[in-house]
């Protein structure tokens, strides 16, 4: 599976942000996706997961309310929308793939960075 994330900048705090994610090599609607962030000198998190069919999704709550994940499985893409953003959003983003609900992330992209400055 491959997976080409699309959309990081830098933004100012409060600002919208909207991220894709373009996926191939697998039958996309297969997939469980999901998105995750490291801050610099911080571990990798989990900001959230959307369900094969896009019916269910995630999310922590450090992004709960601010973050909204969607899928095209059509156009293969999962998107993270994300509003109200803070400073301590800033992080390189990464889509990520599982093949099961609830086990770890399969697949991983290259990640986009994301930086919001106050």
């Known amino acids: 599976v491959q997976l080409v994330e699309s959309g990081g900048g830098s933004v100012q705090a409060g600002d919208s942000l909207t991220l894709s994610c373009a996926a191939s090599?697998?039958?996309?609607?297969?997939?469980?996706m999901g998105w995750s962030r490291q801050a610099p000198g911080k571990e990798r998190e989990t900001v959230g997961y959307?369900?094969?069919?896009?019916?269910?999704?995630y999310y922590p709550n450090s992004v709960k309310g601010r973050f909204t994940i969607s899928r095209d499985n059509v156009k293969n893409t999962v998107y993270l929308k994300m509003n109200s953003l803070k400073p301590e959003d800033t992080a390189i983003y990464y889509c990520?793939?599982?093949?099961?609900?609830?086990?770890?992330?399969?697949?991983w992209g290259q990640g986009t960075l994301v930086t919001v400055s106050s």
């Open positions: 990520a793939a599982a093949l099961r609900l609830g086990s770890e992330f399969n697949y």
């Open positions: 090599g697998r039958t996309f609607s297969d997939l469980i």
């Open positions: 959307i369900t094969r069919d896009g019916m269910r999704s």
